[in-house]
Protein backbone atom coordinates (compact mmCIF):
# COMPACT_ATOMS: atom_id res chain seq x y z
CA UNK A 1 0.00 0.00 0.00
CA UNK A 2 1.42 3.33 -1.10
CA UNK A 3 2.20 5.89 1.94
CA UNK A 4 0.81 9.26 2.04
CA UNK A 5 3.50 11.77 2.82
CA UNK A 6 3.83 15.27 3.71
CA UNK A 7 6.95 17.27 2.75
CA UNK A 8 6.52 20.38 3.88
CA UNK A 9 8.39 23.83 5.39
CA UNK A 10 7.25 26.19 8.17
CA UNK A 11 8.77 29.16 9.84
CA UNK A 12 9.71 28.46 13.79
CA UNK A 13 6.41 29.46 14.76
CA UNK A 14 4.42 27.11 12.69
CA UNK A 15 4.06 29.12 9.16
CA UNK A 16 4.22 27.68 5.74
CA UNK A 17 3.51 30.74 4.18
CA UNK A 18 3.19 35.01 4.63
CA UNK A 19 -0.68 35.62 5.23
CA UNK A 20 -0.17 36.57 1.34
CA UNK A 21 0.64 33.28 0.56
CA UNK A 22 4.93 34.77 -0.20
CA UNK A 23 7.17 31.84 0.61
CA UNK A 24 9.89 34.28 0.36
CA UNK A 25 12.15 33.08 3.39
CA UNK A 26 12.44 29.55 2.60
CA UNK A 27 15.83 28.86 2.12
CA UNK A 28 17.00 28.02 -1.73
CA UNK A 29 20.67 27.41 -1.55
CA UNK A 30 20.32 23.93 -1.44
CA UNK A 31 17.95 20.96 -2.10
CA UNK A 32 17.45 19.49 1.75
CA UNK A 33 16.40 15.85 0.86
CA UNK A 34 13.74 17.98 -1.71
CA UNK A 35 14.96 15.69 -5.11
CA UNK A 36 15.32 11.74 -3.47
CA UNK A 37 12.16 12.89 -1.65
CA UNK A 38 10.51 13.85 -5.37
CA UNK A 39 11.66 10.65 -6.97
CA UNK A 40 10.03 8.59 -4.26
CA UNK A 41 6.84 9.73 -5.30
CA UNK A 42 4.59 9.64 -8.38
CA UNK A 43 1.50 11.26 -7.37
CA UNK A 44 0.78 14.76 -5.60
CA UNK A 45 -2.89 15.98 -4.05
CA UNK A 46 -3.58 19.46 -2.86
CA UNK A 47 -6.06 22.15 -1.75
CA UNK A 48 -7.34 23.98 -4.48
CA UNK A 49 -5.91 26.92 -3.03
CA UNK A 50 -2.61 25.49 -3.02
CA UNK A 51 -2.78 24.52 -6.81
CA UNK A 52 -3.84 28.32 -7.66
CA UNK A 53 -1.02 29.55 -5.26
CA UNK A 54 1.74 27.73 -7.12
CA UNK A 55 0.66 28.79 -10.59
CA UNK A 56 1.32 32.23 -9.49
CA UNK A 57 4.85 31.44 -9.24
CA UNK A 58 5.19 30.81 -12.54
CA UNK A 59 5.20 27.51 -14.48
CA UNK A 60 3.57 24.55 -13.31
CA UNK A 61 6.71 23.09 -11.19
CA UNK A 62 5.78 19.04 -11.32
CA UNK A 63 5.41 17.94 -14.46
CA UNK A 64 5.63 13.99 -15.07
CA UNK A 65 3.71 13.20 -11.76
CA UNK A 66 -0.01 12.03 -11.66
CA UNK A 67 -1.94 15.72 -10.04
CA UNK A 68 -4.85 15.95 -8.20
CA UNK A 69 -6.27 18.72 -6.39
CA UNK A 70 -9.23 18.74 -4.62
CA UNK A 71 -11.86 21.56 -5.03
CA UNK A 72 -15.51 22.62 -4.35
CA UNK A 73 -15.05 24.92 -7.67
CA UNK A 74 -12.31 23.88 -10.23
CA UNK A 75 -13.64 20.25 -12.40
CA UNK A 76 -12.11 18.75 -14.99
CA UNK A 77 -8.63 18.09 -15.77
CA UNK A 78 -5.85 19.86 -17.42
CA UNK A 79 -2.46 18.80 -18.84
CA UNK A 80 -0.97 18.63 -15.54
CA UNK A 81 -3.42 18.29 -12.63
CA UNK A 82 -6.78 16.23 -12.72
CA UNK A 83 -9.65 18.24 -9.89
CA UNK A 84 -11.73 16.38 -7.70
CA UNK A 85 -14.74 16.80 -6.23
CA UNK A 86 -16.76 14.77 -3.24
CA UNK A 87 -15.32 12.32 -0.94
CA UNK A 88 -11.93 12.73 -0.20
CA UNK A 89 -11.14 9.87 2.27
CA UNK A 90 -12.57 7.78 -0.56
CA UNK A 91 -11.04 8.46 -3.79
CA UNK A 92 -7.43 8.55 -1.28
CA UNK A 93 -8.48 4.89 -0.33
CA UNK A 94 -8.54 4.00 -3.91
CA UNK A 95 -5.51 5.77 -4.85
CA UNK A 96 -3.43 4.34 -2.13
CA UNK A 97 -4.50 0.91 -3.14
CA UNK A 98 -3.24 1.77 -7.20
CA UNK A 99 0.18 0.33 -8.17
CA UNK A 100 2.96 3.45 -7.89
CA UNK A 101 5.48 5.41 -5.60
CA UNK A 102 3.81 7.25 -2.50
CA UNK A 103 1.86 9.80 -2.30
CA UNK A 104 2.53 13.57 -1.93
CA UNK A 105 0.30 15.88 0.23
CA UNK A 106 1.65 19.05 -1.05
CA UNK A 107 -0.89 21.11 1.17
CA UNK A 108 -2.31 23.61 2.13
CA UNK A 109 -3.27 24.05 6.10
CA UNK A 110 -6.98 23.31 4.99
CA UNK A 111 -6.03 19.74 3.73
CA UNK A 112 -3.32 18.39 5.77
CA UNK A 113 -5.99 19.71 8.66
CA UNK A 114 -8.33 17.57 7.05
CA UNK A 115 -5.69 14.58 6.29
CA UNK A 116 -4.62 14.11 9.87
CA UNK A 117 -7.86 14.25 11.33
CA UNK A 118 -9.27 12.00 8.98
CA UNK A 119 -6.03 9.52 9.95
CA UNK A 120 -4.66 9.52 6.40
CA UNK A 121 -1.46 11.30 6.16
CA UNK A 122 1.57 8.17 7.04
CA UNK A 123 4.10 10.55 7.35
CA UNK A 124 5.43 13.96 8.16
CA UNK A 125 8.61 15.39 7.11
CA UNK A 126 8.41 19.27 8.24
CA UNK A 127 11.60 21.41 7.22
CA UNK A 128 11.78 24.45 10.00
CA UNK A 129 13.18 27.18 9.17
CA UNK A 130 15.31 29.75 11.75
CA UNK A 131 12.60 32.22 11.14
CA UNK A 132 9.94 33.90 13.16
CA UNK A 133 7.14 35.13 10.97
CA UNK A 134 4.23 36.23 13.75
CA UNK A 135 1.63 35.58 10.90
CA UNK A 136 0.96 33.81 8.21
CA UNK A 137 -0.50 30.74 6.85
CA UNK A 138 -1.01 27.95 9.52
CA UNK A 139 0.66 24.56 9.15
CA UNK A 140 -2.24 23.03 10.76
CA UNK A 141 -5.78 24.63 11.34
CA UNK A 142 -5.96 24.91 15.37
CA UNK A 143 -8.73 22.30 16.21
CA UNK A 144 -8.37 20.52 19.89
CA UNK A 145 -9.64 17.15 18.09
CA UNK A 146 -6.69 16.89 16.17
CA UNK A 147 -4.83 15.15 18.21
CA UNK A 148 -2.20 12.64 17.55
CA UNK A 149 0.47 10.93 18.41
CA UNK A 150 3.32 10.90 16.40
CA UNK A 151 6.21 8.73 16.04
CA UNK A 152 9.91 10.36 15.43
CA UNK A 153 11.47 9.02 12.99
CA UNK A 154 14.76 11.23 11.75
CA UNK A 155 16.54 14.18 12.63
CA UNK A 156 18.63 16.35 10.87
CA UNK A 157 20.53 19.28 11.25
CA UNK A 158 21.96 21.67 8.16
CA UNK A 159 24.35 24.20 8.70
CA UNK A 160 21.85 26.97 7.52
CA UNK A 161 20.25 26.48 10.87
CA UNK A 162 17.56 24.30 8.88
CA UNK A 163 15.95 21.42 11.20
CA UNK A 164 14.21 18.21 9.35
CA UNK A 165 12.39 16.47 11.64
CA UNK A 166 10.46 13.40 10.15
CA UNK A 167 7.60 11.47 12.00
CA UNK A 168 5.39 8.88 11.16
CA UNK A 169 1.84 9.29 12.55
CA UNK A 170 0.17 6.67 14.80
CA UNK A 171 -3.07 5.44 13.85
Do not use: C
Not at 53 to 78: A, C, D, M, R
Amino acid sequence: MRKIRLFIASSLDGYIARTSGDVDWLFTDADYGYAEFFDSIDTLVMGGKTYRQILEFGEYPYKGKKGFVFSKTLQGKNDDVEFVGGDIKSFIDKLRNDSGGDIWLVGGAEIIHYFIKERLLDELILSIHPIILGDGIPLIVKDASLSTKLQLKEVKTFDSGLLQVSYDLKT
